[in-house]
């Protein structure tokens, strides 16, 4: 076999990997490049990690300064002189080094070939991952908004309804966190009702549209221009202006004189039980208009079927303790719990599940 010189060291070899022995080759031609120095962040309010530019939803504060320094280190890291890298990096720990600052430690292993030979290389890299503000938490700070929710009623809302509401924007706004501009700048109580003013237009306009798909409603919208931006286009800010209906869910209403229980309101139209026939149908939400509201879903008493028989069924009712007769054909048994209501001197059976 032929021996040749390293171009570098003069040294013979029987192979060269290019010009170079083995050992010149991966001490000048082999390298895992990374910058001097090599940095992370994570928003301190939200705890979102800032990846290739751009800002991702994380978990815990310590699962966040984990990633942001993995994304540093993925994103910086450079490997010379090897086919086909393999490239692995594992956390080892992370500590406070000052009230903004973390030191993250990880371990690199570096696999691949060069000039069919396998090569294997290990090192240890440190990231400062510093706590920053993200820019849709920027904007929460000054109190930036894009556009106001507002949610009214045709009476002022309970307190009832106003935790409902305020429950439902939160957690929908809450589950869309890592998004831009995910958030509730602010919040005013009004004796009418609740105005949100939301970061994100489009967020608000989805928020808006499923009020109107779970409670039924109205919904209004209107735009204000206030300003230009630096390439010269509009900047408008929206105002989603939602209506709960005149009954919700579960309230009894006399329309066409009949006695009926709402079961569903959802995107202008109202589903009924008529509690005489009980048979359901659907209305148009605008002919609620004319029906008379005889009580609230919260009137409704508890009972329990204690009798049945050919189609008559009994009804014990908690409050009072009376004892109601219906006949109505319905597959209830004995020690079912059902709900009832009083108007005056008659009494109803609400929905039973089968119903709803």
């Given at each position: 076999?032929?021996?040749?010189?390293c171009?570098r060291?003069?040294?013979?070899s029987?192979?060269l990997i290019?010009?170079l022995c083995?050992?010149?080759?991966l001490?000048h031609?082999?390298?895992?490049?990374?910058?001097?120095?090599?940095?992370?962040?994570?928003?301190?309010?939200?705890?979102?990690?800032?990846?290739?530019?751009r800002?991702?939803?994380?978990?815990?504060?310590?699962?966040a300064?984990?990633e942001?320094?993995?994304?540093?280190?993925?994103?910086?890291?450079r490997?010379?002189?090897?086919?086909r890298?393999?490239?692995?990096?594992?956390?080892?720990?992370?500590?406070?080094?000052?009230?903004?600052?973390?030191?993250a430690?990880?371990?690199?292993?570096?696999k691949?070939?060069a000039?069919g030979?396998r090569?294997?290389?290990?090192?240890?890299?440190?990231?400062?991952?510093?706590?920053s503000?993200?820019?849709s938490?920027q904007?929460?700070?000054?109190?930036?908004?894009?556009a106001?929710?507002?949610?009214?009623?045709?009476?002022?809302?309970?307190?009832?309804?106003?935790?409902?509401l305020?429950?439902?924007?939160?957690?929908?706004?809450?589950?869309?966190?890592?998004?831009d501009?995910?958030?509730?700048?602010?919040l005013?109580?009004?004796r009418?009702?609740?105005d949100?003013?939301?970061g994100s237009a489009?967020?608000?306009k989805?928020?808006?549209?499923?009020?109107v798909?779970k409670?039924?409603?109205?919904?209004k919208?209107?735009?204000?221009?206030?300003?230009?931006?630096?390439?010269?286009?509009?900047?408008?800010?929206?105002?989603?202006?939602?209506?709960?209906?005149?009954?919700k869910?579960?309230?009894v209403?006399?329309?066409n004189?009949?006695?009926?229980?709402?079961?569903?309101?959802?995107?202008?139209?109202?589903?009924?039980?008529?509690?005489?026939?009980?048979?359901?149908?659907?209305?148009?939400e605008k002919?609620?208009?004319?029906?008379?509201?005889?009580?609230?879903?919260?009137?409704?008493?508890k009972?329990?079927?204690?009798?049945?028989?050919?189609?008559?069924?009994q009804?014990l009712?908690?409050?009072?303790?009376?004892?109601?007769?219906?006949?109505?054909?319905?597959?209830l048994?004995?020690?079912d719990e059902?709900?009832?209501?009083?108007i005056?001197?008659?009494a109803y059976?609400?929905?039973?599940?089968?119903?709803?």
């Amino acid at each position: 076999m032929t021996r040749r010189f390293c171009a570098r060291c003069g040294k013979r070899s029987e192979r060269l990997i290019g010009a170079l022995c083995r050992e010149c080759y991966l001490e000048h031609e082999v390298s895992v490049e990374l910058p001097k120095r090599l940095r992370g962040y994570v928003c301190r309010e939200c705890k979102a990690v800032l990846k290739q530019g751009r800002w991702e939803r994380s978990g815990s504060p310590e699962e966040a300064v984990e990633e942001a320094g993995f994304a540093a280190v993925s994103q910086g890291l450079r490997v010379r002189g090897l086919s086909r890298p393999e490239v692995g990096i594992a956390f080892i720990e992370a500590r406070r080094s000052s009230p903004r600052d973390y030191l993250a430690k990880y371990r690199l292993e570096v696999k691949g070939s060069a000039g069919g030979e396998r090569v294997e290389l290990s090192q240890e890299v440190e990231v400062r991952v510093r706590l920053s503000l993200c820019e849709s938490c920027q904007r929460r700070a000054s109190r930036y908004y894009e556009a106001v929710l507002q949610i009214r009623g045709h009476a002022p809302l309970t307190e009832r309804e106003r935790k409902e509401l305020s429950e439902l924007v939160r957690r929908e706004v809450e589950a869309r966190r890592g998004e831009d501009r995910a958030f509730i700048s602010s919040l005013e109580e009004r004796r009418e009702g609740i105005d949100f003013y939301i970061g994100s237009a489009k967020l608000a306009k989805q928020i808006a549209s499923l009020l109107v798909a779970k409670y039924g409603g109205t919904l209004k919208t209107s735009t204000k221009l206030v300003g230009v931006d630096e390439s010269g286009r509009s900047v408008l800010r929206y105002t989603y202006a939602y209506r709960l209906p005149r009954v919700k869910r579960g309230d009894v209403v006399r329309i066409n004189n009949k006695v009926c229980q709402v079961l569903r309101l959802s995107r202008g139209s109202v589903s009924l039980l008529d509690l005489a026939t009980r048979r359901s149908f659907s209305l148009p939400e605008k002919q609620l208009a004319r029906a008379e509201i005889l009580a609230g879903a919260e009137d409704a008493i508890k009972g329990m079927v204690t009798e049945v028989v050919r189609g008559r069924v009994q009804v014990l009712e908690f409050k009072d303790y009376k004892t109601f007769y219906f006949d109505i054909p319905l597959p209830l048994r004995v020690g079912d719990e059902v709900r009832l209501l009083k108007i005056g001197r008659s009494a109803y059976l609400l929905a039973t599940p089968m119903e709803e």
